[in-house]
Nanobody, 115 residues
């Protein structure tokens, strides 16, 4: 059985930072970190940052220069470093990974940015 768990969310003031983690556990033969998404109340889920070919990364314009996606394949973990947070970054953040050739989502971790 495979589990994917996000952590690291919380409440911060504008300008603050958080580091999200997405950790996979269980019987894993192959692991590939794919992307971070977010979903705000009443809005559609949207991609925030993702891996492209090889180790390349890409970001949506609204987080470029503020967020950094990374991964540690040995630890089967993906990260999202979020700096200079804004109130509009408030959302449930979810990770998407591929494990044993199947896509998996975590349950999400809440990020709230307010003064």
């Amino acid at each position: 059985q495979v589990q994917v768990v996000e952590s690291g969310g919380g409440s911060v003031q504008p300008g603050g930072s958080l580091r999200l983690s997405c950790a996979a556990s269980g019987t894993i033969f192959s692991f590939r970190a794919l992307a971070w998404y977010r979903q705000a109340p009443g809005k559609q889920r949207e991609v925030v940052a993702f891996f492209t070919n090889g180790d390349s990364t890409d970001y949506k314009d609204f987080v470029k220069g503020r967020f950094t996606i990374s991964r540690d394949n040995a630890k089967k973990t993906m990260y999202l470093q979020m700096n200079s947070l804004k109130p509009e970054d408030t959302a449930l953040y979810l990770c998407n990974v591929n494990i044993n050739s199947n896509p998996y989502w975590g349950q999400g971790t809440q990020v709230t940015v307010s003064s």
